[in-house]
């Protein structure tokens, strides 16, 4: 027999009330349960501190934990109020316990009426992918949660938020009171400069790169770049770190004179076409505008850049490379190259320069990030393998204070079994085909492990290569 229970009121824990709740059924040694609980979550990554009123179906049986998380509407209200059965109360403050009839709540009806999937909590769970447009291409994020867009979980057709799993799993899958290491895909276009990502340095925010593709028409010899840091042997030319840093100021403020002079004039066309002044424009369509400017701005436009980018270092890129990016470091991923990126959840960031306009800020950050900025050369991690042998390969790629990331490179048939950990995992599959839980996933395709999960994975190409990033606690 199922035991179904009916929260009335806003609580403050729907994850709580279930764990009360399975305690509950256990001392009752009831195997199968529901439990419909009504919630407000904060949605705290947008302005105004938006709440919004949700419902969460918790569901365990022969299947496992299950969870359904649905927006609150009246036919909620609704199907809850076909009772069959006399109502039980309890004395829980403002909350009323009830028990209803089973037929008034069929969970795989809701999900097709409400279009949202019924997640198993004990199982790995895939990760769909939201698109953030940028001047220099865009970023396809797994687990970004930003005013900018909300990444997902899905069952392969309909999706969820992933705050609001987190919201009714924090510990069931989680288990961290801390944002979700944060996943994505830097996608530049293959232009140069206008495929160029920012020249910027982060305070707190750890990042590493994994090349995952390099265009050829960008890069004919298969050798891309990421600028890192200031060029040595020009800083050698120098007596010390601050003339190098004055020269290299006056050099972008000289550059920022005519990129902000160009970028007016680009605004105009931006209004005459009733385009937003803080939308990105297709690489195509800034050339055809730039082309109608005067041909000795753009001269010397790129003049200006070509001195100020000369007290840079540009750092070689190849399918496969690893690039951990220290704090206070300045670097910008360069156009055509493709990467995978795990970092530490948090926005923050100083633009040193961009040879675009900048299109979420008024101006660049150049003051401060000189006053804290890296000049000597940079010592990125090297990956460090644990394990080489004929079908399996495993590295740690990085292993910053926050998180760490593995590479792991399975031959067919092999299987990669490592330690259960109480906490979740992210796992990002970079090339081949890989079986996990009797899912296949594919080339970046990308799923969240629960804790305690014995996970097991398993090769179904000759070779396939996959990411695991493992938060630390």
């Known amino acids: 027999m199922l035991n179904m229970t009916v929260i009335r009121g806003l609580s403050n ?50 299947c496992g934990t299950e969870v359904l998380v649905i927006e609150d509407c009246d036919d909620v209200q609704e199907r809850l109020n076909q009772k069959s059965t006399e109502l039980e109360t309890t004395d829980l403050e403002t909350i009323d316990l009830e028990t209803i009839d089973l037929e008034a709540i069929d969970l795989e009806k ?39 867009g909300v990444s997902t979980v ?17 510990d069931t899958v989680f288990k961290t009171d801390k944002r979700i290491v944060l996943l994505k895909i830097l996608d530049p276009l293959p232009e140069p400069v206008y495929g160029d990502l920012y020249f910027e340095l982060h305070e707190k925010k750890q990042e590493v790169y994994i090349v995952t593709h390099i265009d050829k028409t960008a890069w004919p010899d298969d050798v891309g770049a990421i600028r890192l840091g200031f ?15 004055v020269d290299y100021r006056l050099a972008v403020d000289n550059y920022n004179v005519v990129r902000r002079h ?62 951990a990016i220290p704090c206070y470091v300045p670097h910008a991923l360069q156009h055509g190259v493709r990467t995978v990126e795990f970092q530490t959840p948090v926005y923050e960031r100083k633009i040193l320069s961009f040879a675009q306009k900048v299109l979420t800020q008024d101006a660049w950050d150049t003051e401060q990030a000189l006053q804290q900025v890296q000049v000597r050369s940079v010592n990125t991690e090297m990956p460090n393998t644990q394990i080489d042998r004929p079908g399996l390969r495993i590295q740690t790629i990085v292993a910053f204070d926050d998180f760490q990331v593995l590479r792991v490179e399975l031959g067919e048939g092999e299987a990669y079994r ?39 994975v398993s090769a179904k190409t000759e070779q396939a290569i996959f990411l695991v990033a493992t938060p630390v606690q």
């Open 262 to 323: 160009i970028d007016a004039l680009l605004d105009e066309r931006r209004k005459a076409q009733s385009i937003p002044l803080d939308e990105p424009i297709p690489a195509v369509q800034l050339q055809d505008w730039l082309a109608e400017l005067p041909g000795d701005l753009n001269e010397k436009e790129q003049h200006l850049r070509n001195k100020m980018e000369a007290f840079t270092a540009l750092q070689a890129l190849r399918l496969g490379d690893v690039v």
């Open 418 to 456: 490592p330690d259960q950990l109480s906490c979740y995992r992210l796992l990002l599959v970079v090339s081949g085909e890989i079986e996990l839980a009797g899912k296949v996933y594919f080339s970046e395709q990308a799923c969240l492990i629960p804790n305690n999960y014995a996970l097991q």
């Open 154 to 170: 899905t069952d392969g057709q309909y999706e969820l938020p992933l705050p609001w799993l987190q919201a009714v799993a924090s």
């Open 231 to 245: 060029d040595q042997a020009k800083l050698a030319q120098y007596e010390d770190e601050a003339s190098f840093l």
């Open 110 to 148: 809701m999900s097709r009426q409400f279009r949202r999937p019924i997640i198993r909590l004990d199982q790995p769970i895939a990760l769909s992918t939201v698109d953030i447009e940028k001047p220099w291409g865009r970023e396809i994020w797994y687990t970004g949660i930003e005013k900018r």
């Open 13 to 62: 824990n729907p994850e709580l009330e279930f764990q009360q709740h399975i305690a509950r059924d256990s001392q009752n040694k009831r195997t199968r349960s529901l439990l419909c609980c009504q919630f407000e979550l904060l949605c705290d990554w947008l302005e105004n501190d938006v709440r919004i009123a949700l419902w969460a179906f918790y569901r365990t049986g022969p």
